[in-house]
């Protein structure tokens, strides 16, 4: 074999119903998805390798588990180094680069490579078919995923939130449950290793610079990343959803290739023209999905029933309301869905006041666009910031935000990129660098902060980086904020 790629003519339109038995499949990556992949395959009787860089305790009884249902799994230091022979089919978990060797072997060899997106959609065809919503962009994802699971509930509809958001879409899949539609959030990663997937309605919320890491072995990482974003479009069956104050989510629906006949709807936070979404005296309405939608709008909500409230979540609860509407939920459903739906933490979240200051946890503003979303809602800010950059830069958020910010406190890896933002654009800015690289930094962020702040202000710590520098996770990081607040609270 030597190498030389190994085809089987019906792999290019596979199914569920296709010889599975006849493939032999390498599953890069033993994580949620990957575990997930595994499993779905050798449901469809495919032969399965998986190998993973990574021995930890979680993968070795992943592995065990496999190795019951005959997967053959190899973990540790080289696993991944090589791309066996005689392999058909590579599904890669979504995190992986194509710069990987595993996956840049077998771009050389002809192998395809499908992310395990690609593989649920395979496997729900022919003959168990679910309509996908689906969310994609830089920010608020995960909260507008969550938002359009709560309506399609309310509406009485058996559903479920995957993908991204946590629970991968082979688990939704191989259920029992008989599911009349799913909520889907994807990442620029999962849309990257996605070939054949034709969603019902899709929206992108936004698009601004982050993960360009991922990308820099192109000629452009920003291009690059925007086109896998884009991807959502390809094929979409009923409404292409884009954020009217942002140009380029609407060029993304003017170029894509849809089925002939999908809609372009747009959402606003202001009045709505026709075929929108938006806002009316405190109400969120439709004028997409109403037959005499050129001189009236149909109420769906109140403002007050979006929460946490900010302009990025009233924009994201419009997001999941078009998702919602293209599918026949009926309007009083949207606004039941955002009544009954509890947002996690660490999402604008509210987690203390001392001494008339407001502390608010945003951990999840991983980059600087989701940062400058949760400044919207604030007028005097103390900000919290630093970790991992990603190749990102805050010149823009400071050059809009800054005449908000009372002061900064930076801490983590890519300190210095935001400190150099304030310094070229709000030089006035009294800023606390923070040069201590454990968790505990954080205790002294807070009370840094403290220092800065003065009654009526916010300390909001929007850190606009991942967090992995210092903290397992935006979730750690997060508590660690709370505890420092709790913890200021008691002195």
Not at 83 to 107: E, F, K, N, Q, Y
Not at 217 to 233: G, L, N, R, S
């Amino acid at each position: 074999m030597g190498g030389r790629p190994m085809t089987l003519p019906w792999l290019a339109d596979a199914d569920r119903l296709s010889p599975w038995n006849e493939a032999f499949v390498v599953v890069a990556g033993l994580g949620t998805s990957g575990f997930a992949a595994a499993d779905g395959l050798i449901d469809l009787g495919a032969r399965v390798l998986v190998l993973d860089e990574a021995d930890t305790s979680a993968n070795v009884e992943k592995a065990e588990l496999l190795r019951h249902l005959d997967v053959e799994v190899r973990l540790g230091r080289g696993s991944t180094a090589e791309l066996p022979d005689g392999v058909h089919l590579v599904v890669t978990s979504p995190g992986w680069r194509p710069t990987a060797p595993l996956l840049a072997a077998a771009a050389a060899r002809g192998v395809p490579v499908w992310g395990d997106v690609e593989l649920a959609w395979r496997m729900m065809h022919p003959d168990r078919v679910v309509p996908w919503l689906a969310v994609t962009g830089t920010n608020g994802k995960t909260t507008t995923t969550s938002m359009l699971a709560s309506m399609l509930s309310a509406a009485g509809l058996t559903t479920d939130a995957v993908g991204n958001i946590g629970r991968p879409i082979i688990e939704a899949i191989l259920d029992e449950v008989h599911y009349d539609v799913l909520a889907v959030e994807l990442s620029s990663f999962q849309l990257h290793w996605m070939h054949t997937v034709a969603l019902h309605s899709a929206a992108v919320l936004n698009v601004h610079a982050d993960h360009l890491e991922w990308y820099a072995h192109t000629d452009d990482p920003m291009a690059a990343y925007v086109a896998d974003k884009a991807k959502i479009y390809e094929r979409v069956t009923h409404a292409c959803v884009y954020n009217v104050a942002e140009p380029l989510t609407e060029q993304l629906v003017a170029d894509a290739d849809v089925t002939e006949g999908a809609r372009a709807i747009g959402f606003t936070l202001g009045i709505p023209a026709p075929s929108m979404l938006g806002v009316v005296d405190d109400l969120l309405v439709d004028r997409a999905f109403v037959e005499q939608r050129r001189d009236s709008a149909m109420p769906l909500a109140d403002l007050a029933d979006v929460k946490p409230f900010a302009p990025h979540n009233v924009e994201n609860a419009l997001a999941a309301a078009a998702l919602a509407r293209s599918f026949g939920v009926p309007p009083q459903a949207v606004g039941q869905g955002l009544r009954n739906l509890a947002i996690g933490d660490h999402r604008i979240q509210t987690v203390g006041e001392v001494d008339g200051v407001t502390y608010v946890n945003d951990s999840k503003a991983t980059n600087p666009h989701a940062a400058a979303s949760s400044m919207r809602g604030f007028d005097s800010i103390v900000w919290i910031a630093g970790g991992q950059a990603k190749g990102t830069t805050f010149d823009e958020l400071v050059q809009t935000y800054g005449g908000k910010l009372r002061g900064a406190v930076l801490l983590g890896v890519d300190r210095a990129v935001i400190a150099g933002a304030l310094a070229r654009h709000a030089p006035q800015i009294p800023v606390v660098v923070l040069d201590r690289g454990d968790t505990g930094a954080m205790q002294d962020a807070v009370r840094a902060a403290a220092a800065l702040a003065k009654p009526g202000d916010t300390v909001l710590m929007a850190p606009g980086c991942a967090s992995l520098d210092m903290f397992a996770n935006y979730g750690a990081r997060g508590t660690a904020f709370a505890d420092a607040v709790a913890d200021l609270a008691r002195t």
